[in-house]
């Protein structure tokens, strides 16, 4: 199984600051990661596939990168609502695994 | 709009059984991979189940495969999950998500249904 490894577990930073995730895969996943957010107490949704595409309707502040076994999400100029839980997943083999986690919060 | 309303969760004893419901509306669903993930209280997702658009083909990880079952009814645009022999760490939030066009990534979550094992 691919194991993915996220990047701190928890993160305290101040409005209009730019954050940085980081997901390392444990073998070669050439680009099949996706990006999710899960806000308080709802369900996960998707914001980023393919290791840097954008879905639908997330605004333009994040943006993904990376290559091979290493990814990262970035949130630029951190807004309130960006108070979050956010996994990485792979969708490279099966089984699709998910990193831990990361809770970002507000200073 | 795309929808997915998951029933069926509740409380349930050891060693038993249980079947999770999900309605999808808003897109064409026998174009659609679908699964479940499921989160336990306060921690990660895990995948548990995936089915092909066709329903030919299912996969699971070790953790459930050989107890869990993943099916789907295209007429009715319903998904659904047998889950036999439940153990205590099977108790989490169970999510139906449809799987994206172009990649096993999960573009639609549902609002979750939870599913406690306990005597």
């Not at chain 1, 502040?61 to 609502?81: A, D, H, P, V, W």
């Amino acid at each position: 199984d691919i194991q993915m490894t996220q990047s701190p577990a928890s993160l305290s930073a101040s409005l209009g600051e730019t954050v940085t995730i980081e997901c390392l895969a444990s073998e070669d996943i050439y680009s099949n990661l996706a990006w999710y957010q899960q806000k308080p107490g709802k369900s996960p949704q998707l914001l980023i596939y393919y290791a840097n595409s954008l879905n639908d309707g997330v605004p333009s502040r994040f943006s993904g990168s990376g290559s091979g076994t290493q990814y990262s999400l970035k949130i630029n100029s951190l807004q309130s609502e960006d108070v979050s839980i956010y996994f990485c997943q792979q969708n490279y083999d099966s089984p699709w695994t998910f990193g831990g986690g990361t809770k970002l919060e507000l200073k | 709009e795309v929808q997915l309303v998951e029933t069926g969760g509740g409380l349930v004893q050891p060693g038993r059984s249980l079947k999770l419901s999900c309605v999808a509306s808003g897109f064409t669903f026998n174009n659609y991979w679908m699964s479940w993930t499921r989160q336990a209280p306060g921690k990660g997702l895990e995948w548990v189940a995936s089915i092909t658009n066709s329903g030919g083909s299912t996969y699971y990880p070790d953790s459930v495969k050989g107890r869990f079952t993943i099916s789907r009814d295209n007429a009715q645009n319903t998904l659904y999950l047998q889950m036999n022999s439940l153990r205590s760490e099977d108790t989490a939030t169970y999510y139906c998500t449809r799987v994206g066009i172009r990649a096993h990534y999960f573009d639609y979550w549902g609002q979750g249904v939870m599913v406690t094992v306990s005597s």
